[in-house]
């Protein structure tokens, strides 16, 4: 606990957000690069070709992801300058997550019973909702709203607690959640359920607010991407090379060692490289919740159209096109969708607010306050 008595006791002075928006515009693709590769990844192993390690290399590279929208939404939260009463904050978060999660789970319970699975007798939807993740990407409203319900309990870290104590506790989360992920997979001991999958992710969420206003020196910024490479690198060769029957499976989760190290170096550089200008991505962001709840629909069935790729430049393909690809229908149907106001709502835009909004940027460290600066942003990340 030594370094963190090196640590002050005040905030670092407020700095824009207007970088976070077209931060999770890029790391939404990289979300879809994920979900289009875990088949290939897993199918693929046993040969260990060129084909795998061309994809293991991709999806070990877009791990950050899911992560650093965790820190986002913390970062924005957490804020104590929204200063929303617990009442008022969690009536805004039914319309933003509990609508979509009630909604996307059905639909999502009725596409894996009728077309992924319609033999599988053995699936239960009831028990896969109850384990918190009832399909590939939907795990994430349910830790966001778990998240959520602690949010105003948390915000008391950021208005009455010193900033070493925001360290120490987002680490002790943090460190918390490393733990029970590396005993759960490697031990195959307990399970995250309903009840309990955001627990591990909260070091994340705490962390969002604590780095948010961390501005990189240009030594830093070398530190950073060193650590980025560096953390990719070591995930791309333990999922390889590691131990076990299966080893890809521990190195590719959210809170083992590379992806924390790569997370939170991803963060630190998308708040120095993209904090002005990036129009097209701004423009993008609204609808990249609707790409989240949309692209599996989309490409699981495309994939089984084509197969399996087991080459090189198939790989490549599954990895950068069709990402894009998949990401661009979506977008184009959710521009459609928030249009309609019955149908708003399971887009997360069913109160008041402005999809459209883009925060203005603010020039860092432009005054000596303690809270940070209100944004337009929303703390729900695609």
């Given at each position: 606990?030594?370094?963190?008595?090196?640590?002050?006791?005040?905030n670092?002075?407020?700095?824009?957000t207007a970088?976070?928006?077209?931060a999770r515009?890029?790391?939404?693709?990289a979300?879809?690069?994920?979900?289009?590769l875990?088949t290939v990844?897993?199918e693929?192993y046993?040969?260990?070709?060129?084909d795998?390690?061309v994809?293991n290399?991709?999806d070990?590279?877009a791990?950050?992801?899911?992560?650093?929208?965790i820190?986002?939404?913390?970062a924005?939260?957490?804020?104590?300058?929204?200063?929303?009463?617990?009442?008022?904050f969690l009536?805004?978060r039914?319309?933003?997550?509990?609508?979509?999660?009630?909604?996307w789970t059905?639909?999502y319970v009725?596409?894996?019973?009728?077309?992924?699975?319609?033999t599988?007798?053995?699936?239960?939807?009831?028990?896969?909702?109850?384990t918190?993740?009832?399909f590939?990407q939907l795990?994430?409203?349910?830790?966001?709203?778990?998240?959520?319900?602690?949010?105003?309990f948390?915000?008391?870290?950021?208005v009455?607690?010193?900033r070493?104590?925001q360290?120490?506790?987002?680490?002790?989360?943090?460190?918390?959640?490393?733990?029970d992920?590396?005993?759960?997979?490697?031990?195959?001991?307990?399970?995250?359920?309903?009840?309990?999958?955001f627990?591990?992710?909260?070091?994340f969420?705490?962390?969002?607010?604590v780095?948010r206003?961390v501005?990189?020196?240009?030594?830093?910024?070398?530190?950073?991407w060193?650590a980025?490479?560096?953390?990719?690198?070591?995930?791309?060769?333990?999922?390889?090379?590691?131990?076990?029957?299966?080893?890809?499976?521990?190195?590719?989760?959210?809170?083992?060692?590379g992806?924390v190290?790569a997370?939170?170096?991803?963060?630190l550089?998308?708040h120095?490289?993209?904090?002005?200008?990036?129009?097209?991505?701004?423009?993008?962001?609204?609808?990249?919740?609707?790409?989240?709840?949309?692209h599996?629909l989309?490409?699981y069935p495309?994939?089984?159209?084509?197969?399996?790729?087991?080459?090189?430049?198939g790989?490549?393909?599954?990895?950068?096109?069709?990402?894009?690809?998949?990401?661009?229908?979506?977008?184009?149907?959710?521009?459609?969708?928030?249009?309609i106001?019955?149908?708003?709502?399971?887009?997360?835009?069913?109160?008041?607010?402005?999809?459209?909004?883009?925060?203005?940027p603010?020039?860092p460290r432009?005054?000596?306050?303690t809270?940070a600066?209100?944004?337009d942003?929303d703390?729900?990340?695609?």
């Amino acid at each position: 606990m030594a370094p963190l008595d090196r640590i002050g006791s005040e905030n670092l002075p407020p700095t824009s957000t207007a970088w976070m928006n077209p931060a999770r515009a890029i790391a939404i693709v990289a979300v879809v690069t994920i979900h289009s590769l875990g088949t290939v990844v897993e199918e693929n192993y046993a040969g260990m070709g060129p084909d795998w390690w061309v994809a293991n290399g991709f999806d070990s590279a877009a791990r950050w992801s899911v992560p650093v929208f965790i820190m986002i939404s913390g970062a924005l939260a957490l804020d104590p300058a929204r200063g929303n009463k617990p009442r008022k904050f969690l009536s805004k978060r039914v319309w933003r997550i509990g609508i979509p999660l009630v909604f996307w789970t059905a639909v999502y319970v009725v596409f894996r019973r009728f077309y992924l699975l319609p033999t599988d007798d053995g699936w239960n939807p009831g028990i896969a909702i109850l384990t918190g993740s009832p399909f590939v990407q939907l795990y994430f409203l349910y830790v966001l709203a778990g998240l959520t319900l602690l949010t105003p309990f948390f915000r008391l870290l950021s208005v009455h607690g010193s900033r070493r104590l925001q360290w120490g506790t987002g680490l002790i989360f943090l460190g918390i959640g490393m733990l029970d992920q590396w005993v759960s997979i490697v031990f195959d001991v307990g399970e995250a359920n309903i009840a309990t999958r955001f627990l591990p992710m909260a070091g994340f969420y705490i962390l969002g607010w604590v780095l948010r206003d961390v501005v990189l020196s240009p030594r830093g910024v070398v530190l950073a991407w060193l650590a980025l490479a560096g953390a990719i690198a070591m995930t791309i060769v333990w999922a390889g090379l590691g131990p076990g029957e299966k080893p890809w499976i521990f190195p590719y989760e959210y809170l083992s060692p590379g992806v924390v190290i790569a997370s939170l170096a991803a963060y630190l550089l998308l708040h120095h490289h993209m904090n002005t200008g990036f129009r097209l991505l701004h423009w993008f962001y609204p609808y990249s919740f609707g790409v989240f709840l949309l692209h599996p629909l989309l490409l699981y069935p495309l994939r089984n159209e084509m197969g399996l790729p087991t080459t090189v430049p198939g790989v490549i393909l599954h990895a950068i096109v069709m990402p894009i690809v998949y990401t661009i229908i979506c977008a184009a149907i959710t521009w459609l969708a928030v249009k309609i106001p019955g149908v708003r709502a399971v887009f997360g835009e069913g109160g008041p607010r402005n999809p459209h909004a883009k925060p203005k940027p603010r020039v860092p460290r432009a005054r000596k306050s303690t809270s940070a600066p209100k944004t337009d942003t929303d703390t729900t990340s695609a």
